[in-house]
């Protein structure tokens, strides 16, 4: 049943997904809804250690040392699912948050 603190919530959402500054970069973002320009340049700087990992694994494939690519290649791969899983949590801390009364 659809109530009406949920079409709010649903609302508030649509609003403040319509207002991203970057849309691009939420995936390097560890929260989930970009709204300051502190979290614009969080997002930049894990999307330039990401780019520095790829072609740093690229270059060490080059000099042959399969060990270290593979090092790099495991830390690229682990950065993005790593500020995803940050940014479910800070969806279900939200969630939490909308969900006790307003009286407290």
Partial sequence: MIT???LVEQL????IRSQHKCPAL???SPKPVITTWADVTVAILWAVLFSVL???SYVTLYFRHFWLSF???CLGIFLPI???ISRQAHARKRERRLL???SM
């Fill in 4 to 6: 009406r603190s949920k």
């Fill in 12 to 15: 508030r959402d649509y609003q």
């Fill in 26 to 28: 939420t995936i390097f």
């Fill in 54 to 56: 790829v072609i740093s």
């Fill in 71 to 73: 090092a790099i290649i």
């Fill in 82 to 84: 790593r500020l995803r």
């Fill in 100 to 102: 006790l009364p307003l």
